[in-house]
């Protein structure tokens, strides 16, 4: 059984940081393609930033030079660190865990982050 479990979510003031982390199991972590999804309400989902098996990232503009996304295949675990955050990055984040090319592509339940004064 597949499980990703987001943690590290909360309300933080304009211009603070979070780091978010997904701990994954029940599938080979290391050769999934692990990202970071957002969603708010009326919006569809969007990609914040995903990590290759093989090291490789990508960001969506949005979140460039703020946000990092880490990876620890020892522990089955990506993280997101988020700097700099605005209240338009407040959203509900959820973890992914895609093997590209086929069906395995899973979700986390997602953890809020607001982010206000």
């Known amino acids: 059984q597949v499980q990703l479990v987001e943690s590290g979510g909360g309300l933080v003031q304009p211009g603070g940081s979070l780091r978010l982390s997904c701990a994954a199991s029940g599938i080979t972590f290391r050769i999934y393609v692990m990202g970071w999804y957002r969603q708010t309400p009326g919006k569809q989902r969007e990609l914040v930033a995903d990590?290759?098996?093989?090291?490789?990232?990508n960001y969506a503009d949005s979140v460039k030079g703020r946000f990092t996304i880490s990876r620890d295949n020892a522990k089955n675990t990506v993280y997101l660190q988020m700097n700099s955050l605005k209240p338009e990055d407040t959203a509900i984040y959820y973890c992914?865990?895609?093997?590209?090319?086929?069906?395995?592509?899973?979700w986390g339940q997602g953890t809020q982050v607001t982010v206000s004064s």
């Open positions: 992914n865990a895609a093997y590209r090319g086929t069906r395995n592509d899973y």
């Open positions: 990590m290759t098996s093989g090291g490789s990232t």
